[in-house]
């Protein structure tokens, strides 16, 4: 089954330059904000530049593979209406119920040699593109698979 | 691995044990348990602990925040003392699925056999209930399975040792946790078939080989990192449906269990 891609729009990536005191950065994620899991399961393969990336792109360097994040899903709603709504404001201060199942999660790809590799070979803003991969189950996954909120490129020194 | 660590009770822990180096015995001995706990239909058998993280509701399972590891730490407790109550000395084994053995054969025969000694093995496949079915009934095209199945990748695409050790090296339990959850995730999505999907995944008894590996890892990142503070709310924070606190699942020899590779035992003077 063809399921959604995602292909970001380009991302300054940070050099020595940017930094205070000149010094490269010595980590640097990939954090997926506001992950869906609320569906079937799934792996989602991360490339740089590589738009074309599908479920058949070898998972290589020279593919742009830089790693994956892995989705457990709840698999569907099994309640009756409005068990899976998620609600829009977190609990009130009295309100000692654990947050929703189904509240979306974070996800990162550690990318630090990845993106001084793209420095240098090939520079400039950088194009993320995920590829969700399902897994063969009882659950048939949905086109639109792969939902998120935003993507960051995060620097530590 | 204990060696670091001081046991609070003088009473002989229990010992996980690599699925991969169990003795005949113990592999029998444990087969014996599962098929014990199989038919029992109350708080006691098999269907009543899978039931607990996924179907049928309310679903228990702790993922995505920091209590996925103290919770299924719980979880696996309270499994293991059901099993051991059918079989005395019997203990949950670890299936190290980062392993030479594992890239190079995949699920451990002790799993992916169907049969054993011309009886069904019950570590292969086990009957979903009908109440979990009926519910998952509701979203699925096709009849929901009437047993666990699964359809593995390539043995090669399991997580490697090397990704284990870049989890281990996480410098506090937030960031390890997160790590370990995905490397978690990461075998679920592997192993395909019902295992990866939260409403079926606890019935394969896979599931708790598998999970006896990430509490495993957590044991030996905790033994790595013995002065890793943790919040005291969160410590206080219950595990539902679990008499248990984040607290209560810290220490594993307060919960009577280790981790070893082998036990070998033999008779003493009396």
Known sequence: MSLNHYISDPIPVPTPDDAEDGTDFSRADLEFYGVDHSGSSFEARVFFDNPDADETTPRQEDSGYVGSFYIFGHGGCFGDIGHCDIPAEPNGPFDRRPPHPLTPQKRTVVVTEAIKQFRETAGGDLTVTVVPVASESPIDAEDELFSFERLALITYD | ?270
């Open chain 2, 1 to 270: 691995m204990p060696q670091t660590s001081t046991s609070r009770t003088a009473i002989a822990l229990h010992h996980r044990k690599s699925v991969g180096r169990l003795t005949d015995r113990q592999l029998s001995d444990l087969r014996e348990a599962y098929r014990a706990v199989l038919p029992i239909q109350d708080e006691r058998g098999y269907n009543h602990h899978a039931g607990i993280h996924g179907l049928p509701l309310p679903i228990y399972c702790k993922h995505g925040d920091l209590l996925f590891l103290p919770w299924h730490r719980a979880y696996l407790y309270f499994f293991e003392l059901a099993l051991r109550d059918q079989v005395p000395d019997v203990s949950l084994p670890w299936w190290n699925w980062a392993s030479r053995a594992a890239h190079a054969s995949g699920i451990p025969r002790a799993y992916a056999a169907e049969q054993v000694g011309g009886q069904d093995n019950p570590l292969y496949s086990v009957p979903v209930p009908e109440i979990a079915r009926q519910q998952g009934s509701r979203l699925l095209a096709d009849e929901p399975p009437t047993e666990t199945f699964r359809r593995p990748r390539q043995p090669a695409d399991l997580p490697s040792a090397e990704d284990v050790e870049a989890a281990l090296g996480a410098p506090n339990f937030v960031d390890f946790s997160n790590r370990m959850e995905g490397l978690h995730n990461w075998v679920h999505v592997w192993i395909g078939g019902t295992t990866a999907e939260v409403p079926w995944a606890a019935y394969d008894p896979l599931f708790w080989a598998h999970h006896a590996m990430v509490d495993r890892l957590w044991r030996v990142w905790q033994l790595r990192n013995p002065e890793a503070n943790l919040d005291g709310g969160f410590l206080r924070q219950a595990l539902p449906p679990f008499d248990m606190t984040v607290e209560d699942t810290l220490d594993v020899t307060g919960l009577g269990y280790e981790y070893a590779s082998t036990t070998q035992a033999v008779g003493g003077t009396s």
